[in-house]
């Protein structure tokens, strides 16, 4: 168990009575619940990097849990690994807190924009964009992207008529695209901006995933691609899903333009947030400065995660059509061509199969007929998923 780099090890969740992803299941299955698995949610049911769980037991032998604050370890951490892994440099002084990227969304939207303003956001995609825009009264403006037999893309043509919108004040990227797997290139990122920059719309870049790139891929962060995006984006990071760490509620917003920057604090203290929990320093500490090989190391086995399912399902389920795997460690299933509509695919799959995914319905009506399949498992579960799923497939 204490190995640092035990990804087959499975821990059972099931009864660890606060698993949001397997609570979340046994509410919804109810009775039915049983031995159906739960591969939703993007966190990772491996173990945690023994680097950072001996970093946390460090943290806690002290015995006193009081308020803490960001010191120059902390902040060196950050700004170093921006630099090692994706060529970014970035000042210690543009780094913004946050429990996570869906606070830091709701801080950023409050700052920036007023009731009834447009945001865009490109639909099937995180569904807490459109339920932050929906809450807080601002109007969402959808550019959907385009599928192409699971291949996606950006409709530049339309992205230009939805930021020429005279509300269109804020755009949300998700860079790399959840739950489409999509590293999008400069080139196509360089479009974003233009269009972007010539109607004065904002951008905030959900960047969360970019770690989790997979070769020949290679991501590129918003901001490099010209000085003039540094006063014109915020980027949102955090070390949650590359080390799973999110229980722990640590994001590091970037915001080089001093003006946004506190805007954002000031959004923040209004929504009432001004500080990490105290476990949230050490653990993303210990992520950057002495996890990048078991990172690594988590990152291939997720790839032969995917390639399993690729393998099997190809064969056995050949309508199903899997999106390219470009980055994060969520597959994106299309099985609209099995027949069912989308209630009857999930009653289907979890009642059936034994099988819990994210309906992709959630990501937006583009979703609908899809399911969003979480790999970072220990491949025995992953190997049972793909068999429940083709089993009860072929029996239907």
């Known amino acids: 168990m204490t190995n640092q780099y035990d990804f087959d090890t499975i821990v059972d969740r099931r009864t660890s009575g606060n698993s949001y992803k397997w609570e979340g299941m046994k509410s919804a299955m109810k009775e039915n619940a049983g031995n159906v698995l739960a591969v939703s949610t993007a966190d990772m049911d491996f173990l945690t990097a023994t680097k950072i769980v001996e970093r946390l037991r460090e943290s806690a032998r002290r015995e006193i849990f009081g308020y803490t604050c960001p010191t120059n370890e902390y902040y060196d951490a950050i700004v170093n690994w921006m630099q090692r892994r994706h060529q970014w440099r970035i000042e210690k002084e543009s780094i913004a807190l946050a429990p996570g990227i869906v606070s830091a969304l709701t801080y950023l939207i409050h700052a920036l924009t007023e009731p009834g303003d447009g945001i865009v956001i490109q639909p099937p995609v995180y569904p807490p964009f459109a339920r932050t825009i929906r809450v807080l009264g601002r109007e969402q403006i959808s550019n959907p992207l385009v599928n192409a037999n699971g291949c996606y893309s950006i409709d530049f ?18 860079s790399p695209h959840n739950p489409v797997g999509r590293v999008w290139l400069r080139a196509e ?186 790999l970072a498992y220990p491949r025995a579960v992953i190997e049972e998923v793909v068999r429940r799923v083709a089993k009860a497939a072929n029996c239907k």
Request: glycine letters at 4%.
């Open 157 to 174: 043509d339309d992205l230009e008529q939805k930021a020429a919108r005279k509300n269109a004040k804020l755009m949300i990227l998700c």
């Open 189 to 374: 990122l360089e479009q974003v901006a233009d269009i972007c920059l010539r109607h004065d719309v904002f951008i905030i870049s959900d960047e969360i995933h970019f770690d989790i790139v997979f070769p020949p891929h290679r991501h590129t962060v918003f901001p490099t691609l010209d000085r003039d995006l540094q006063n014109r984006c915020v980027v949102c990071t955090s070390p949650s899903k590359s080390f799973n760490i999110a229980g722990l509620q640590v994001s590091n917003i970037v915001i080089p333009n001093r003006e946004i920057r506190q805007k954002y604090v000031d959004a923040a203290l209004y929504c009432g947030f001004n500080a990490l929990n105290t476990l949230a320093f050490p653990a993303c500490i210990a992520a950057y400065n002495e996890c990048e090989d078991w990172f690594d190391k988590a990152l291939k086995y997720i790839r032969q995660n995917d390639q399993l399912v690729r393998d099997v399902l190809g064969q056995r389920l050949p309508n199903v059509v899997i999106s390219p795997l470009q980055a994060t460690y969520l597959q994106w299933l299309d099985f609209s061509r099995l027949g069912f509509d989308a209630l009857t695919l999930r009653q289907f799959l979890r009642e059936k199969a034994g099988v819990f995914f994210d309906d992709g319905f959630l990501f937006g009506d583009e979703g609908k007929q899809f399911e969003r399949f979480n």
